[in-house]
């Protein structure tokens, strides 16, 4: 699930796992793949240097749809009410995981996700003074790290496993590479 983190830009930012079955972030508005997000995090850690990540941006909030009343299973609009009657919310509260395997929806959330939002490469880098620019939105180092911790966490409520380590092979390299020491 979405939360709001802190950012140096725009003050408060929400950012998150959306749907347990994907491997779906948002970043206000936003969206693209944790694997890209990943990957892309890893070309900035080291050395440091730009990149972009592949993804798509919404013009506005009706073709995002009603987040809440889709997880909720009542109001099925736009991009959030598709992927929703696509992967409803879990009946069993200890079945709301964030699932491993998210990618392997992938080509399914792509397609939804093209109809509602244009495609476009979001700009990831570093600056100097350890500044994160992800699109318009600017995090300093600490509120960066707050958001791969998230990640690592698998979001709210973490990856299915967590507890005992389990988190996809895209984040551990991640971390391995970017909160090493």
Request: charged fraction near 25%; charge should be negative; proline fraction near 6%.
């Amino acid at each position: 699930m979405p939360i709001a983190f802190d950012s140096k830009s725009h003050g408060k930012v929400v950012f998150g796992f959306y749907n347990i079955e994907t491997d779906s972030l948002l970043l206000n508005e936003l969206f693209f793949f944790s694997t890209d997000f990943c990957d892309a995090v890893r070309k900035i850690c080291n050395p440091m240097t730009n990149t972009t990540v592949p993804g798509h941006s919404f013009l506005n909030q009706e073709d995002i749809g009603d987040f809440t009343g889709a997880m909720h299973g009542v109001h099925y609009t736009g991009y959030m009410g598709e992927l929703y009657q696509e992967w409803p919310f879990p009946s069993k509260p200890e079945d709301f995981r964030q699932k491993l395997d998210g990618t392997k929806n992938r080509a399914k959330v792509q397609a939804i996700l093209t109809k509602h939002a244009p495609k476009m490469d979001i700009e990831l880098g570093r600056s100097e003074n350890h500044d994160v620019q992800i699109g318009q939105y600017t995090f300093n180092k600490e509120q960066f790290i707050a958001l791969l911790h998230y990640v690592r966490r698998g979001g709210m409520p973490t990856w299915q496993g967590f507890e005992e380590g389990k988190r996809p092979p895209y984040v551990t390299e991640m971390l391995a590479e970017c909160l090493s020491g």
